[in-house]
């Protein structure tokens, strides 16, 4: 999750580094650092986000340089453990982003020869290891330090001896070449050159490249030249604003009636009754499918939970909804099997992990995903964007809310295919697809109410969310949301699990949001309901405008507006997000950037 | 000496032939813009070259690689951000010193450059018809004494061409420029400065050709067509008529039965006839079709694209990769014969012709039998459906079914 | 020259209830853009660079509407408490560092007005129009080009020219704006007065095109003299068999089907769906994301965003806010009439249909009587005939 870049060309590399590293930011943020070498290396790096290590930064001259912005994995966050790290003599310069597994015994050896380290990381060994091998070449030195580590890594690495180039490794985690003119890029990310230049060259894993102000050579751990295509970028970059809300995070909860439109734009006829997709994946979801696996990690794997209900309600087709870390463990898959994985950065690295088993396994896969031209777009069969707009607060609201509609949409074209669906029942859902964007803003509308009620919660130890049916993965989201942006211990569980178990828990210190939903579920609710209360907790009820009887069960109410039974799952999203919100921010909560987590997991 | 091209720029006046191609890169009596500056600039005895760009870059270096077609070389520097001409000029400062410095989509002549080339600060005038376009210049006998942004009343007809000698000391302006009120760094405002310290020589040019909008391409191909050679590469067939000078490209087959008054241009690989007309300054481009029955008049038609069958296409650009249906015709004349006005995005615009087809841009197709008015500007990969009528601006990716 | 304005963009505007309870009044759509983005494309215009927006009331939505915008440099200063117009213009004295234009963000002018304005040479000057019904408004009396006084809203008819409210200003305008303060004085015309009590020339430019929105049906005439700078601009996918007349504008991912009539102006927003059979008459605006279903004929109307009318729909002189779901067999009727409206009754001039404010929902075969204006998120339910104004949130059975 660590954001990487190196420069060499005829641009102060200076300018070229912040700016980059600015662009990388959302990747990890507790520490920056540069490496520039004018004549001699020189280093800077600083505990704090790039906005304000950029100020202190001095004017170093020079035209090739490495930067490098931060999300411990292993050390503490100390100025000595940011990167880049320094070999002894202070010459050769690496930054890294990725888990040395074998990281003791190699700083062991390394002691046992004079290496005096300065960090607690895990990334140091490597400038260290890379000094040992030195003989005056330095891309055999690489090679060397490089066959001894085991992990995962994409490392950068600047040496004054030979100050004209800067050498890249990439394995299991992102490393892009950017080909410019007179000058070269290598980055984790696309978006920190892509102002400079839109030609990139993919590196596998396995590859090694040197660049120079003019040439790029790519080869393998043999040494062996390795003939790579240069791809064009067709997309741009848009930044986003805060526009006047106080969080990142407030404003892409509100953002939501927007981006349900933006998710159906192009894709949901209501006059013509029809679901459209792009060619390839219509052909993806046509009549051989016998069962569907959703694979993804965190709040997509929520939604993959929800999807399961929705395709399985409207097209009875088998789906199996895994974590995309466990994937590769268990599982039988066959070549009729449809896998979905949901990233929305198209990064993650856990799901492209299981995207690659899928593959592997014969498994046609399609992909969904709020990044075009991200990883995952390249790799699978065939795609569906989520066009919520970039998303910069570390809780994901708006893409959850849009993988769920991308989802229903998916289970919607697939009935119309597999004709399981009646021209009723489909104007009915189109219908309500179309009503989702009032729906929301009424929810948005009931902030203040949803405030009233995080004040009972804000000084709680620990909160459960409960529900039954569709609503069970609601609650796992909403204790996820509370938890990452709030620190309260929260937990969801599906609400007929509670007495087997969990119940022990229960004390009046300990409220319980209950999912409410007037179907089939809806009596044992509230049997459930009487339970929880009989043992002393404080019962909220996240419940419909038309149901009269919850006042009498629960203690508090939220309520959400509907006139569907398959889709109320959007607005009871947005009420579980802004209880989130609300209670972080009453907890004075750094809601934009929680501690200890990053927006895209790139390590696994 | 170096000649420094200022390629950036995306052109937004030149939609909808802009939206897949920077404006360096139009097509003129069959080659790039840039391509015409750099063969005058060549003839004028430069031969390393730093083209800036930016917009759709790739295109230049798809086209111009390094060089070697031409026996030049060629860098090209990415500037990054559309922050003015000044902004642009100051990237290659690590690789000039004494340099030429020319727009590189204003097309300029051999002789002109090779005046602007010789020793010490050169700035290029030209005398136009209507100086509200453009930034005029105040002279202190044979040097400039100001130039100012374009003014409603200009006191002058002579204008700033685009083109300049610099020596090294024009980045150190550069550095003091602050930025202008529309948000860029201009390179006249690092001038104005520079000529408080130096000197700076008014060079009169006798060529200029400037364009602005779609339509000015058909002028500047009309007059590059006028001074063409005639030349054939390719095959030309028992019973064509040939009239006035045309242009053939290597592998182009010509039908019998086709009538060509030229000047014409065409391309290399491209297929002509049997039984078409083609009228004067008509550019056809490399590997297209003009099939039978079909009459092309003072049009330019951009590399593989296809007037195949029962065309009519006048006073018109289509772009690149271009199909018209059977039978698609385009209309370029008004019946009560006044000047045709067009939108361009979004704003109406009087473009000064009485004849003007359409402009078409790239990956379009039209289907059998349909129309196009006067004056409509289609974007680029638009499908325009059978019998279906085309008229006033039509976004990219639209469908008229 | 001048170059800098300042924009009051910070007011509520009740009389414009319901739409302006879930937006600021300059952030209402007449051709399909916030009247705020009219206003910076005049300012645009007329030369100046940089403009200072003060905002207040429900702010987010201009600054989220505005985020990409580049073609003006925009700084917000805001009035956290609406106290009056000088108050609101205090706000942005921090950035003026010369002489300035000082406008409002809900104001249709022309650009030509503004650059007169700033070619002028003296130190106040004032754009005034001449009105047929002044007494609505701040009232010019006018001596050589020289302001003797302005009347806010006289009761008697008195004079013809009433000052639109658009200034050039010297900084020294500032001290004069706390000193009236302190002396309980918040309306910028009331601070002008007293400058000009003490001597000073105000002098007066006659405005060539000025519009104010005050009252919902503003919007449709408002909408209708905007409307006519459109173009034919044609994105999205039109069928066979769709008649487009006159300049029609129609955006991205939007559907025409086949049968439709439309005649321009007429503005179409992205990701709509229109028809079939559906006629669409001049000086008509439909947001984005809007559903029409067959055989519904609407003019002279504003739509806004996320609308969705059901066929045999009759939608004339009409605003319909956003997200309203309006049933099948809908029509309103036509016609001058007397409108209650903030206690008063104001006779109208020009013919006025319906006016529905954002998410209400109106059942099958309503009427609804000209001129009356049906609130925020009501719920009507079919064959009703709608006679009285009906407040947001309420239930017609």
């Known amino acids: 999750m660590c954001g990487i870049i190196g420069y060499v060309g005829y641009r102060d590399a200076r300018t070229v580094l912040i700016e980059s590293l600015k662009r990388l930011d959302y990747r990890g943020y507790d520490s920056a650092g540069v490496a520039i070498i004018d004549k001699k290396l020189k280093i800077y790096k600083e505990v704090g986000e790039i906005a304000q290590v950029e100020k202190q930064i001095p004017l170093l001259k020079g035209?090739?340089?490495?930067?490098?912005?931060?999300?411990?994995?292993?050390?503490?966050?100390t100025k000595e453990n940011a990167h880049p790290h320094l070999s002894c003599d202070k010459k050769i310069a690496i930054i890294h982003n990725g888990i040395i597994e074998n990281f003791t015994k190699l700083k062991e050896e390394l002691k046992k020869k004079g290496h005096i380290f300065r960090s607690q990381t895990d990334s140091e060994i490597i400038a260290h290891l890379i000094d040992e091998a030195y003989k005056g070449n330095l891309e055999n030195a690489v090679i060397a330090a490089v066959k001894k580590i085991q992990g995962s890594y994409a490392i950068v690495v600047v040496s004054e001896d030979e100050p004209n180039k800067v050498i890249g490794v990439r394995k299991e985690s992102p490393l892009v070449i950017g080909v410019g003119d007179s000058e070269n890029f290598l980055a984790s990310d696309i978006t920190a050159f892509l102002k400079y230049t839109n030609r990139v060259m993919f590196l596998n894993d396995g590859e090694l490249c040197t660049i120079t102000k003019d040439t790029i050579s790519v080869y393998d751990i043999n040494k062996k030249p390795i003939k790579k295509k240069e791809e064009l970028i067709t997309w741009d970059i848009k930044d986003a604003e805060k526009s006047g809300f106080p969080h990142f995070m407030l404003k892409e909860i509100y953002d939501q009636p927007d981006t349900v439109n933006q998710v159906l734009r192009g894709r949901l006829s209501e006059i013509e009754e029809t679901v459209t997709f792009p060619e390839n994946v219509e052909h993806l979801l046509n009549n051989d499918i016998t069962s569907i696996q959703i694979v993804a990690c965190g709040t997509s794997f929520y939604a993959g939970l929800v999807g399961k209900y929705?395709?399985?309600?409207?097209?009875?087709?088998?789906?199996?909804?895994?974590?995309?870390?466990?994937?590769?463990?268990?599982?039988?898959?066959?070549?009729?099997?449809?896998?979905?994985?949901?990233?929305?950065?198209?990064?993650?690295?856990?799901?492209?992990?299981?995207?690659?088993?899928?593959?592997?396994?014969?498994?046609k896969t399609l992909v969904i995903t709020n990044a075009i031209g991200s990883t995952a777009t390249r790799i699978t069969?065939?795609?569906?964007?989520?066009?919520?707009?970039?998303?910069?607060?570390?809780a994901a609201t708006k893409t959850f809310t849009s993988q769920l509609i991308v989802l229903l949409l998916i289970a919607l074209k697939i009935a119309i295919i597999q004709k399981k669906i009646g021209s009723d029942e489909l104007y009915n859902t189109i219908f309500n697809l179309k009503e989702l964007p009032r729906h929301a803003r009424e929810v948005l509308e009931r902030s203040d109410d949803i405030l009233t009620i995080a004040k009972h919660l804000k000084n709680a130890k620990s909160i459960f969310f409960i529900g039954r049916g569709i609503n069970y993965p609601l609650s796992l989201e909403g204790a996820l949301k509370l938890k990452e942006i709030s620190y309260i211990h929260a937990e969801g569980f599906a609400a007929g699990e509670l007495k087997h178990g969990p119940f022990a828990l229960l004390t009046k210190d300990t409220p319980v949001v209950a999912i409410v939903t007037q179907d089939p579920t809806y009596e044992k609710m509230l049997a459930n309901i009487g339970e929880i209360k009989a043992r002393g907790s404080p019962v909220i009820a996240i419940a419909e405008d038309k149901d009269t009887e919850i006042e009498n069960h629960a203690d508090y109410v939220l309520r959400f507006p509907t006139s569907s039974q398959i889709l109320p799952s959007i607005q009871i999203t947005i009420v579980l997000q802004l209880l989130a919100y609300h209670v972080a921010n009453l907890r004075k909560c750094p809601i934009d950037k929680p501690r200890n987590l990053a927006k895209s997991v790139t390590v696994e | 000496m170096k000649c420094v091209i200022l390629a950036a720029g995306e052109g937004k006046r030149m939609h909808p032939l802009t939206y897949t191609r920077p404006k360096v890169m139009l097509p003129i009596a069959g080659k790039p813009i840039l391509e015409w500056n750099l063969l005058n600039a060549r003839a004028a005895g430069i031969k390393e070259f730093i083209f800036i760009v930016n917009y759709k870059s790739e295109m230049v270096r798809e086209y111009f690689a390094d060089g070697k077609q031409w026996k030049v070389h060629i860098t090209y520097i990415n500037q990054g951000e559309p922050l003015g001409t000044a902004h642009a000029i100051a990237t290659v400062e690590p690789f000039v010193s004494d340099c030429i410095v020319l727009c590189g989509d204003t097309i300029f002549g051999v002789n002109d450059i090779k005046k602007i080339a010789q020793k010490g600060n050169k700035i290029g005038l030209i005398d136009v018809e209507d100086a509200t376009e453009y930034g005029i210049v105040e002279l202190k006998g044979k040097q400039i004494k100001k130039i100012y942004e374009k003014m409603e009343k200009p006191f002058t007809t002579l204008t700033n061409a685009g083109i300049y000698h610099f020596n090294k000391h024009i980045f150190d302006y550069i550095r003091k420029t602050e930025k202008s009120l529309r948000g860029e760094y201009e390179i006249t405002d690092s001038i104005n400065m520079l000529i408080t310290k130096e000197p700076m020589e008014a060079i009169f040019l006798k060529e200029w050709r400037d364009v602005v909008y779609p339509w000015h391409l058909l002028d500047a191909n009309?007059?590059?067509?006028?001074?063409?050679?005639?030349?054939?590469?390719?095959?030309?067939?028992?019973?064509?008529?040939?009239?006035?000078?045309?242009?053939?490209?290597?592998?182009?087959?010509?039908?019998?039965?086709?009538?060509?008054?030229?000047?014409?241009?065409?391309?290399?690989?491209?297929?002509?006839?049997?039984?078409?007309?083609?009228?004067?300054?008509?550019?056809?481009?490399?590997?297209?079709?003009?099939?039978n029955a079909c009459e092309v008049k003072n049009s330019i038609i951009m590399d593989y694209s296809n007037v195949p069958h029962l065309n009519y296409v006048g006073d018109s650009i289509i772009g690149q990769h271009c199909n018209l249906g059977a039978g698609t015709t385009v209309a370029n004349l008004r019946f009560d014969k006044n000047i045709i006005p067009v939108v361009l995005n979004g704003k109406k615009i009087n473009s000064k012709r009485r004849k003007l087809g359409t402009i078409m841009g790239d990956d379009t197709q039209t289907g059998i039998n349909s129309v196009i008015n006067v004056g409509t500007m289609i974007g680029n990969n638009v499908f325009i459906g059978l019998g279906a009528l085309a008229k006033g601006e039509i976004k990219p990716d639209a469908k008229i079914l | 020259?001048?170059?800098?304005?300042?924009?009051?963009?910070?007011?509520?505007?009740?009389?414009?209830?319901?739409?302006?309870?879930?937006?600021?009044?300059?952030?209402?759509?007449?051709?399909?853009?916030?009247?705020?983005?009219?206003?910076?494309?005049?300012?645009?215009?007329?030369?100046?660079?940089?403009?200072?927006?003060?905002?207040?009331?429900?702010?987010?939505?201009?600054?989220?509407?505005?985020?990409?915008?580049?073609?003006?440099?925009?700084?917000?200063?805001?009035?956290?408490?609406?106290?009056?117009?000088?108050?609101?213009?205090?706000?942005?004295?921090?950035?003026?560092?010369?002489?300035?234009?000082?406008?409002?963000?809900?104001?249709?002018?022309?650009?030509?007005?503004?650059?007169?304005?700033?070619?002028?040479?003296?130190?106040?000057?004032?754009?005034?129009?001449?009105?047929?019904?002044?007494?609505?408004?701040?009232?010019?009396?006018?001596?050589?080009?020289?302001?003797?006084?302005?009347?806010?809203?006289?009761?008697?008819?008195?004079?013809?020219?009433?000052?639109?409210?658009?200034?050039?200003?010297?900084?020294?305008?500032?001290?004069?704006?706390?000193?009236?303060?302190?002396?309980?004085?918040?309306?910028?015309?009331?601070?002008?007065?007293?400058?000009?009590?003490?001597?000073?020339?105000?002098?007066?430019?006659?405005?060539?095109?000025?519009?104010?929105?005050?009252?919902?049906?503003?919007?449709?005439?408002?909408?209708?003299?905007?409307?006519?700078?459109?173009?034919?601009?044609?994105?999205?996918?039109?069928?066979?068999?769709?008649?487009?007349?006159?300049?029609?504008?129609?955006?991205?991912?939007?559907?025409?089907?086949?049968?439709?009539?439309?005649?321009?102006?007429?503005?179409?927003g992205d990701g709509c769906e229109i028809g079939p059979n559906t006629c669409i008459f001049p000086s008509t605006t439909i947001g984005n994301n809007t559903v029409i279903h067959p055989f519904s004929d609407i003019r002279s109307s504003?739509?806004?965003?996320?609308?969705?009318?059901?066929?045999?729909?009759?939608?004339?002189?009409?605003?319909?806010?956003?997200?309203?779901?309006?049933?099948?067999?809908?029509?309103?009727?036509?016609?001058?009439?007397?409108?209650?409206?903030?206690?008063?009754f104001k006779k109208l001039e020009t013919p006025i249909g319906a006016m529905i404010g954002q998410d209400s929902i109106i059942e099958s075969h309503v009427v609804v009587d000209p001129g009356k204006i049906i609130g925020r998120k009501c719920i009507i339910s079919p064959l009703n005939h709608i006679t009285k104004n009906i407040a947001s949130e309420s239930k017609v059975i």
């Open chain 1, 381 to 394: 069969d065939g795609y569906i964007l989520q066009q919520s707009g970039p998303e910069i607060g570390v």
């Open chain 3, 1 to 268: 020259m001048t170059k800098k304005a300042v924009i009051l963009a910070a007011g509520e505007g009740k009389r414009l209830r319901p739409f302006t309870e879930t937006m600021p009044k300059v952030m209402l759509p007449v051709a399909n853009k916030p009247l705020l983005e009219h206003v910076f494309d005049a300012v645009k215009k007329s030369g100046i660079t940089e403009v200072i927006v003060v905002v207040g009331y429900k702010k987010e939505v201009i600054m989220e509407y505005f985020k990409d915008y580049t073609d003006i440099k925009i700084t917000y200063v805001t009035q956290d408490r609406q106290l009056g117009t000088a108050h609101a213009l205090l706000q942005a004295e921090p950035y003026i560092k010369d002489s300035f234009i000082v406008l409002a963000g809900d104001n249709i002018i022309d650009s030509k007005s503004i650059e007169a304005l700033m070619k002028d040479q003296s130190d106040y000057s004032l754009l005034i129009k001449e009105h047929p019904h002044p007494s609505k408004y701040g009232v010019v009396f006018v001596e050589q080009h020289s302001i003797r006084r302005i009347v806010e809203k006289p009761k008697e008819d008195v004079g013809k020219y009433i000052s639109t409210g658009i200034y050039k200003l010297p900084k020294s305008v500032f001290k004069d704006i706390k000193q009236c303060s302190s002396e309980g004085i918040h309306a910028l015309s009331a601070v002008i007065q007293s400058i000009i009590d003490k001597g000073a020339h105000i002098n007066t430019i006659l405005a060539k095109a000025w519009m104010d929105v005050v009252y919902p049906w503003d919007l449709i005439t408002v909408n209708e003299a905007m409307i006519q700078e459109t173009t034919a601009s044609t994105s999205g996918v039109i069928e066979k068999g769709v008649t487009l007349k006159g300049p029609v504008s129609i955006g991205k991912d939007t559907k025409i089907y086949a049968g439709c009539y439309i005649v321009g102006p007429v503005i179409i």
């Open chain 1, 310 to 363: 929705l395709i399985e309600q409207l097209t009875n087709i088998p789906v199996f909804t895994e974590l995309a870390s466990e994937y590769r463990y268990f599982g039988t898959r066959n070549e009729s099997s449809l896998v979905i994985a949901i990233t929305q950065s198209g990064e993650t690295a856990d799901t492209l992990a299981a995207l690659r088993e899928a593959q592997a396994s014969g498994c």
């Open chain 1, 63 to 77: 035209t090739t340089g490495i930067g490098h912005t931060r999300w411990a994995t292993h050390g503490a966050v």
């Open chain 3, 302 to 344: 504003v739509l806004m965003d996320d609308t969705h009318i059901s066929s045999n729909s009759h939608i004339s002189h009409s605003v319909i806010g956003k997200g309203c779901i309006i049933g099948d067999n809908f029509s309103t009727i036509t016609g001058k009439t007397i409108i209650e409206i903030d206690d008063e």
């Open chain 2, 222 to 291: 009309e007059e590059l067509l006028k001074k063409m050679k005639p030349r054939n590469l390719g095959i030309i067939e028992k019973n064509v008529t040939v009239k006035g000078t045309i242009v053939v490209g290597k592998d182009t087959v010509i039908r019998s039965g086709s009538y060509i008054e030229g000047p014409v241009v065409i391309g290399s690989n491209s297929k002509i006839g049997p039984n078409c007309y083609l009228r004067p300054y008509t550019t056809i481009g490399n590997h297209c079709h003009i099939g």
